[in-house]
């Protein structure tokens, strides 16, 4: 079921599922096997939809899709959203009215609370679903780092610095939330903290990684040293991640 509704409708050949369903494995007669699976989920959906005409499974000659509108999936409904707020502040311009920013925000953390738990509830799945996961994964983080921009847009850096704190501790290794964080820091007036965000940052990335913290991170710890007048400015590093255009519509 997670296979074909990541899909987003296409179709799912015959040798793709039985490759999500039982990897290299599969059962004895497996064509059997998955036309069993695939009439236990067309069954399951009709007493679920009993006023629905024809099945949200479609058969063809070699696999299967599923029917539905990206209204109807969570995930889409959050894709969606966050690639049109990402449009008017990545791509299109920048809005200057308050009020405005003060909306996406309020737009993002709605898409955001759309999660409930892990992806497919913890399923891990086939390639397709693992694939799935990961892009899900990383248009959250966008998400969450756009948000916060906005936020300090706004003035909001002591209100978010619980949850850019928190954030940052599940995600130690990410970049993005380690900036937010020190600018929050910076602008609430706690300059110790913020340099103390950054080198726990790097000690994690050599310790885990091998590497150095970025260009721009380390940019970012000197203009904390010398109190550089950027850290106060509505210019910072945007989010890198993929145009969530393409998480969309390749899911």
Not at 30 to 55: C, F, G, H, K, Y
Not at 119 to 146: I, K
Not at 192 to 208: G, I, K, P
Request: hydrophobic share 40%; net charge negative; with cysteine.
């Amino acid at each position: 079921m997670a296979t074909l509704l990541v899909t987003g409708g296409s179709l799912v050949t015959v040798d793709s599922l039985i490759v999500e369903l039982w990897g290299t494995t599969p059962p004895a007669k497996v064509d059997n096997a998955l036309q069993a699976q695939i009439s236990r989920i067309r069954r399951t959906l009709a007493a679920l939809e009993p006023e629905r005409e024809t099945s949200r499974v479609v058969t063809s000659m070699s696999g299967y899709g599923f029917t539905l509108e990206r209204s109807e999936l969570d995930s889409y409904v959050f894709l969606d959203a966050v690639e049109a707020i990402h449009a008017r502040h990545g791509r299109a311009g920048r809005p200057d009215v308050t009020q405005d920013i003060t909306h996406d925000i309020a737009n993002l953390r709605a898409a955001l609370s759309l999660w409930q738990g892990p992806v497919f509830g913890g399923l891990t799945g086939g390639p397709l679903c693992q694939a799935a996961s990961a892009r899900y994964l990383e248009a959250r983080n966008f998400a969450q780092a756009l948000l916060y921009e906005l936020e300090l847009r706004v003035g909001g850096h002591e209100r978010i610095l619980p949850e850019l704190m928190e954030l940052h501790a599940r995600n130690p290794l990410q970049e993005q939330f380690c900036l937010l964080l020190m600018r929050a820091l910076y602008r609430s007036g706690r300059q110790l903290d913020a340099l103390n965000v950054y080198r726990q940052c790097r000690h994690d990335l050599v310790e885990s990684l091998g590497i150095e913290p970025s260009p721009v991170l380390r940019q970012y710890e000197q203009a904390i040293l010398t109190h550089d007048p950027m850290l106060l400015s509505d210019e910072p590093a945007r989010p890198t991640a993929p145009p969530v255009a393409t998480m969309a519509s390749a899911p």
